[in-house]
């Protein structure tokens, strides 16, 4: 059995054309000859589901938040680490969410939404998504991530870098283009797959990696993993390979062991 972890947002999913009929294809193909194919993701379940709703594919397991959670193929959380309450707080004053035109607040499988702005081309605008106000955030459990967009990926990067060096004993922020996450120290995409490897009890089967932006950076580096032929420059550096799309490295890999 093989193990294979695609970031959706940019790698499996395209902004434009959504997930391709031979993205789909291939993962039933690898399915079918008993490996296994999941997600890991900036989302939370919800979100990926969202995001999957129009496609037929069956996941075998969710690393979610940027490694903050994981779900196994029958939905239930294995793994999952909270925001530090008094960290939430110190957010909603910093200056990305002011700048921000949302507020995402996430748990595992269910998302709420702050609008600053009313950004009527956001498709979350529409995704029925429960609103919040500040006050009411702070009662919400089991908080695992806050998710902000900045302006552009190089504010992104600034504002992300000033939250790692003022509440870096607390959270991660990760950058993914424009947008920020942040969530709770010591979690990221990297550390997510190894606690579903320890959950599953997965350790001894090889675990293949893809992503295209800089918080696929630590998976990419700790399991020496595959990066988008279009991913950040950073990330494909650190890659041993890029492929054009999720499919073509699920093939190639397939074709390796024969």
Known sequence: MKIAASDFDGTLNDKDR?????????????????????????????????????YDIKLDFCVGLNGAVVFDENEQ??????????????????????ESPYVMLLQGKKTYAH???????????????????????LGIPRLMQMCFA????????????????????????????????VCSAGNDKGTGLANLQAAMG????????????LNDLSMIERFGGFAMENANPLVKEKAKAT?????????YLQRADK
């Open 18 to 54: 959504g997930i391709s009929p031979e993205n789909v294809a291939a993962i039933k193909e690898w399915q079918a000859e008993g490996n296994k194919f999941g997600l890991v993701t900036g989302r939370n379940l919800e979100l990926a589901k969202l995001g999957l709703e129009s």
């Open 115 to 137: 609008w600053n702005t009313a950004d009527e081309d956001n498709p979350l605008r529409h995704a029925g998504l429960p609103e919040v106000t500040k006050k009411e955030s």
């Open 243 to 251: 492929f054009g799309c999720v499919g073509e490295m699920l093939r």
């Open 77 to 98: 959380e294995v793994f999952g680490a909270e925001l530090p309450t008094k960290v939430i707080e110190e957010l909603w004053e910093h200056d990305i969410a002011r």
């Open 150 to 181: 900045a302006a552009s990926a190089s504010r992104a990067e600034e504002l992300a870098a000033d939250i790692n060096r003022r509440f870096g004993e607390s959270v991660t922020a990760e950058v993914n283009l424009h947008y920020v996450d």
């Open 202 to 213: 997965w350790e001894q089967h090889p675990l293949y990696v893809i992503g295209d932006d």
